[in-house]
Structures are given as C-alpha cells and as structure tokens.
C-alpha cells in the first residue's frame, strides 16, 4: 500500500466520515436483523471518503456497538492510506430499517451527523461534516 501525504483537513475528514459511517452501521445491522435483540457485537467493511478538496480515498472500518434503552452508541476504528482514526457516535432510530445521530472524533474535534439504512446483514452508511463525507458498507 503507497502511503499518502494529505494536509491536515484531509486526515480530520477522513476520520470524522469513516468514524461516522461505521458507527451508524454498526447500529443498525443488528436492529434489522431481530427487533427484539440487544445490540451489541463487531461489523466491518468499506467504501469511499470524499474530503472537501475533492481528494477522495478508499477507507475499511470495524466497528463495535452497544444499547442502553433507545440510544445505541458506537465506537468504530477506520483506516485509509493517508492514516487511521477512531471516532465514537450516539444513534436514534427514525424510521422502520434506518438511524440517525451525531459522531464525534477527539483525535481532531470533529463532529458531524451519520445516517444508516439497514438491509438485511448489511449497511448503507453516510457520513457529513464540514470536512467532508463518506459512503460505506457494513456488514456482520
């Protein structure tokens, strides 16, 4: 893999979209999956960054998550070749098979809000934030 050198808004988008992304699928993967089971457990997968400078990168994901009542919190580790980055996010269900909420990621105090729509075993996940977004697939 050939590293890349990004300036610094590059690397706070790349982390803020892959660590939203992964942590709203991680959410909603388990709830489509049975209605009535905790959510707890590991997902993984991929997809793209899109950093607002047009630069774009390929990203994989893990994530973990868990439930206490209606609000699902995540913590996801995402890599691209410029670098990789943990984040953490806080999820609601807001319709039938999809969640929205906000991330967080402390290693560049970046926040932005997530969207996840679940099929099946596997996530549609999005990312936005003023440095940039990000598509991924998640699956268990």
Sequence with gaps: MVGL???FSNTVNLGMTLGAILLAAAFLAPQARSEGAPLSGSWSGGGSVLYSDGHREQARCRAHFSQSGPVV???????TPSGSVEQSARLRRVGANSYSGRFFNPQFNITGSIHITVHGNTQSVSLRSGSGSASLTLRH
């Design 5 to 7: 050198k990004l300036p």
């Design 73 to 79: 919190s995540v913590e996801a580790l995402c890599a």
